[in-house]
């Protein structure tokens, strides 16, 4: 009965530092965002929109990439996730982002019919 109280100790506290974790910015979902910000822009403003998103990400994208490896070593020296207490952990910027560019592309898509597809 001890051996199986020490088990589900042990799992129940690694599950709690691994849900600590900087989350991968591939599974981070898109916050929802109204494609009516983007009414009255040309189709040329919508296009610098979704490319100056798409550089926003990949900034994003290295930055949660650099929290995760820094929490891994948190938890190998400190048992914590030392990026992610100190505020390292993007997956709300993320998430806006993601939300953004899609109502961006989305808004592009539906106007800019002559140019091509996003």
Known sequence: ???RTGFLHGLGAALLLASGCAQA???VAAAPVSE???LGWDCAQLRFEVGRLDRVLADLYVEQRQ???DDALGYVFA???LA????GDLR???ALRKGEHAAARQAANRRCLHAARF
């Open 1 to 3: 009965m001890r051996r």
């Open 25 to 27: 910015p591939e599974t």
């Open 36 to 38: 009516a910000q983007y």
């Open 67 to 69: 929290s995760r490896n």
């Open 79 to 81: 048992l914590a996730p």
């Open 84 to 87: 992610s207490m100190s505020g």
């Open 92 to 94: 709300h910027q993320i």
